[in-house]
T-cell receptor, first 113, second 114 residues
Framework: GENVEQHPSTLSVQEGDSAVIKCTYSDSASNYFPWYKQELGKGPQLIIDIRSNVGEKKDQRIAVTLNKTAKHFSLHITETQPEDSAVYFCAASIGGSARQLTFGSGTQLTVLP | KAGVTQTPRYLIKTRGQQVTLSCSPISGHRSVSWYQQTPGQGLQFLFEYFSETQRNKGNFPGRFSGRQFSNSRSEMNVSTLELGDSALYLC?????????????FGPGTRLTVL
């Protein structure tokens, strides 16, 4: 089955700096890659996603890049703010009728004021 | 539009008991998936229901089961609880249309098994 690896497990940045989180996946059939943000005591919140026919997607301060050949994708957060502090999860799915997500192990992002 | 709701939010049970958790998806969403989140294993897929039928199943024992009703609401049941079943159980709903794979999570049910 699919296996998703995520790095780093913890990341501290100064407010205003950029943060990058990287994930690799094993199943070349995967074609949908969402990113979730989870704050303490809450469920994961979908923040951005990308499909395999797209190499990059941007939404304000957040961007995701995908390299299908190398089977890796990354989350980029620019101009970080203290409210960006949370655990971030990457995930992969084959899509279609197989909607189950395989998650990475998570990255605890801390933005220092 | 209301988000995914899960009840109860917290639950304490003892070993050997059984438990039923409930999930109401976003209005119009037809697919409900369940995930288990623990510090050791992370987020793991349990099963997915679509049109009252289980469509996909993760690698969990038969003690974990679920169902979906005609209004898309879903329940999951865990029988003969074990200490290791202590976890946050998350429900996610999806429109489940072609090209619309986005899954939206509820706040979860925190289950503690003593």
């Amino acid at each position: 089955g699919e296996n998703v690896e995520q790095h780093p497990s913890t990341l501290s940045v100064q407010e205003g700096d950029s943060a990058v989180i990287k994930c690799t996946y094993s199943d070349s059939a995967s074609n949908y890659f969402p990113w979730y943000k989870q704050e303490l005591g809450k469920g994961p919140q979908l923040i951005i996603d990308i499909r395999s026919n797209v190499g990059e997607k941007k939404d304000q301060r957040i961007a995701v890049t995908l390299n299908k050949t190398a089977k890796h994708f990354s989350l980029h957060i620019t101009e970080t703010q203290p409210e960006d502090s949370a655990v971030y999860f990457c995930a992969a799915s084959i899509g279609g009728s197989a909607r189950q997500l395989t998650f990475g192990s998570g990255t605890q992002l801390t933005v220092l004021p | 539009k209301a988000g995914v709701t899960q009840t109860p939010r917290y639950l304490i049970k003892t070993r050997g008991q059984q438990v039923t958790l409930s999930c109401s998806p976003i209005s119009g969403h037809r697919s409900v998936s369940w995930y288990q989140q623990t510090p050791g294993q992370g987020l793991q897929f349990l099963f997915e229901y679509f049109s009252e039928t289980q469509r996909n199943k993760g690698n969990f024992p038969g003690r974990f089961s679920g169902r979906q009703f005609s209004n898309s609401r879903s329940e999951m049941n865990v029988s003969t609880l074990e200490l290791g079943d202590s976890a946050l159980y998350l429900c996610a709903s999806s429109l489940a249309l072609a090209g619309a794979n986005e899954q939206f999570f509820g706040p979860g049910t925190r289950l503690t098994v003593l």
